[in-house]
Each structure stands twice: as C-alpha cells, then as structure tokens.
C-alpha cells in the first residue's frame, strides 16, 4: 500500500527526467495534510458499481473495473474542496459547518503527483473532480490544464477521467472531451424539483442537462483526423434516497440519460447523513438500494429488458424490495416454465439464474444433445437454485409453495 508521505516524497522527488522537456519544473512541496483531504473528499464520487462499503484503505487511491473485468487503480481526488454550492448532503458545501480545511493543487502540482504515482507503478490512472471553488468555471479551467499538462507536455498515457463542473462553459467542457478518456457530470437527483431539495444553487436544466447535452454532441463528432473522441464515453452518477425519491423516479430518469444522453454507466451511491450537513438528521438510506439499482440497470443494459417489463419489479410506492428484481419479473411475466432445449435466447434471458454467457451455452450445448439433467445446466454455470422454478426438463419441472398458493 502507498502512504500519503510516500505520495508526498514522490511528488518532491519527481523532475519529469523521461516523460518531458530536459528542464525540470520546479520542486513542489505536499503535505500529507492536503493530499488526505483532497483524496478523502472525493467520498462522493464512485468509480466502479460495487456493493460495499466505500472506504478505501488510502485517501486518494481508488480501484475502479474496466468493461472486461479488469481491476485498474486510479489517483481519485478533488482539485480543490472549497465549494459556493450548498448541496445538503455534502461535507465541502458552503453551509456545511464542520467543514475541513480548504485546500487546492495548481495543475503543475496535480500534475507532478499523478506521473510521480502512474511512474512507480502505483496507479494506471487519474480520478479528477472538485467543488465549484469561487468561480466553477476558473475551477474547470484548472481541472483541464492539469491534463493538458499530462497530455501534450509530459506525454502521459494513463487514463484520465474528468468530472464535469455544473455550469462549466462549453469551451472547457470541448478541451475536457479533447483531453480525457471519460468526462461525466453528476445528476445527483432524479428531477429539478428533487435537486432544488437537495442544493438550491445548481439549475437542474441549464447547469447539468445541457452539460450532459453538449458532451454527447461533441464525443459524436468526428473529422478526417480525429476517429475517435471520448472512447470511454460519458457517465453519470445519482444519490440514493437524499431528496424521498423512489427508486422507479431514479431508474426513469437513467433511463432517460441512457436513451437520449447516451450516457456510458450510470453510478448510484447510497445517502448516508454525514455531521454539519444541513442533512445531518435524515435518515440513512440502506445499501442494499443500490445494489439492487445495479441489477436493475443491469437488465436494462446487459440482458435488454424492456421497461415495460423493468417496472413490474417496483412496488405500489416505486420501491425495490430487498431481493432479486430478475425473480420479481420472472413471477409477473412467465406462465409456465420453458424448457431450455427449445426456448429462444430471449426466453433464457428472463430466467432467473442464466445470464448472458450461459444462455449462450445452453444454446451451443443442445445443438449437440438435447438438455436431459438439471446437472447439465449445473456445469455450464447456471444457478439451478433460482433456475429450476422457471425451468422445464424432460417434462418435469420443480415444484414450489407458490404454485399451491391461492
């Protein structure tokens, strides 16, 4: 593990001898004291869709999972913690009375620790948000001249996301494309009559949708040079339960933002009441809400549910249960069980239990023999436990309390 002295030696001892121009920038002091902040501040803000608790062993080192599986750590920090924004359940807002202490790299300074971390072998990558400072657009500018820096000067090859400042211009936002690999602006709410309950400063419409808007019009854009703009897209992040929102409020919204934003992922983090926050007494929302978010955009995007077939996992009041929606949806939507010898691959797709991969290996598997044995299923991976309800095999299918229910 890197302590926050080891990153604070490696920055001072850092002169960019192979990745930048023979004259060495000056030497920056950092102090522990700034790095924990800036990289604990970034609580807020997730990297990977994972259920668990969202504390990590080191300020400012994160881990986040690429589309294939694969575990990246990132340098996951704020520019700067100081903030006019008045979000309720924010530890950096302006109303917040146990605020820390401000604190702001320069791009130089930002710029010297990631190559000091991405060069040891610490990280593959940087994680770059921020509060709005006094101007978010002087804010934005800074966020974008520190990978500039890394880019064009130092010819730095790791991956770069960078979060988008509510209200930023759409000049910044167009060199934040140019520069990054992934660009994303929180939603943080599911409405505007949700986000003026959460932070009264922030235009639901202006500041973040039409941010989110010119994003999706300039990574589609393409020139005779450039093939390829923002290729790991743009994403979006939502705040679980700050505002009383349901979860069928929350999913409309994403997906809103996955048909006509475009949008790459969308993250949801669970409200927690943190200490000074003008929400410090509401309620504590449980984890488990967005886990079950994530297996419902899950089906939305990996196993191409239908909303209309989505929504019949919520309750009356637009609630998840506690438990699996595939299985919800199942029991609304299957008459009778299928039977995996002759089910199309649509059909396999709305079992509880078969995914993707093994829906398509029962597919290849039958066109050799036909399905005989739940064993069968069994090796390929499939989860007979949550399958063998909705399943049919040589005419026999499980039989279950509920089919003698009333």
């Known amino acids: 593990m890197v302590s926050l002295e080891k990153i604070a030696h490696l920055a001072e001892e850092c002169r960019f001898d192979s990745l930048g121009p023979a004259r060495s920038p000056a030497v920056v002091s950092v102090d522990a004291e700034k790095l924990s902040t800036l990289g604990g501040g970034t ?14 062993p080191m300020p400012g080192i994160c881990h986040a999972f690429t589309q294939d599986g694969r575990c990246v750590s990132l340098f996951k920090t ?20 146990r605020k820390a202490r401000a604190f702001s790299y320069t791009p130089e300074e930002l710029a010297r620790i990631t190559l000091s971390l991405y060069r040891s072998n610490y990280i593959e990558g940087l994680f770059l948000s921020s509060g709005a400072g006094r101007d978010e657009d002087r804010v934005m500018e800074k966020m974008v001249e520190t990978s500039r820096l890394l880019r064009q000067k130092f010819a730095f090859s790791g991956y770069i996301h960078l979060k988008v400042l509510p209200g930023a211009s759409h000049a910044h936002i167009q060199e934040a494309v140019e520069l990054a690999d992934r660009v994303s602006i929180n939603l943080e709410a599911a409405s505007a ?70 949008v790459r992922r969308a993250y949801y ?24 978010l994530y297996q419902m955009d899950w089906l939305f995007r990996v196993y191409h549910f239908q909303p209309g077939e989505i929504r019949h996992a919520f309750n009356e009041n637009g609630f998840l249960a506690n438990a699996d929606p595939k299985t919800a949806i199942a029991r609304e939507f299957m008459d009778e069980p299928v039977d995996p010898n002759t089910a199309s691959l649509r059909e396999l797709l709305r079992v509880p239990g078969i995914g993707p991969r ?27 436990k949550r399958a063998g309800p909705f399943l049919k095999i040589n005419g026999w299918r499980d039989t279950t309390l509920e089919m003698w229910q009333a």
């Open 43 to 56: 609580r807020h803000d997730v990297c990977a869709s994972t259920f668990s608790p969202r504390e990590t």
């Open 193 to 262: 009559s949700h986000m003026n309950e959460i932070c009264a400063t922030k235009n639901y419409e202006s500041d973040i949708l039409q941010r989110q808007r010119y994003i999706r019009d300039m990574s589609s854009e393409t020139s005779d040079t450039v093939k390829t703009v923002l290729p790991a897209g743009q994403t979006t992040q939502l705040v679980v339960g700050a505002a009383g929102e349901s979860d069928e409020e929350i999913f409309k919204r994403v997906l809103y933002e996955y048909k006509e934003i475009g």
């Open 78 to 97: 704020l520019y700067t913690n100081h903030c006019t924004h008045q979000c309720g359940y924010c530890t950096n807002a302006a109303n917040c009375s």
């Open 358 to 384: 093994s829906a398509q290996k029962i597919v290849a598997f039958r066109k050799r023999q036909p399905i005989v044995a739940k064993a069968e299923l069994a090796a390929m991976g499939i989860r007979i």
């Open 269 to 292: 983090s669970t409200f927690s009441p943190q200490q000074g926050t003008s929400f410090e007494k509401r309620k504590a929302q449980p984890l488990w809400r967005e886990h079950r």
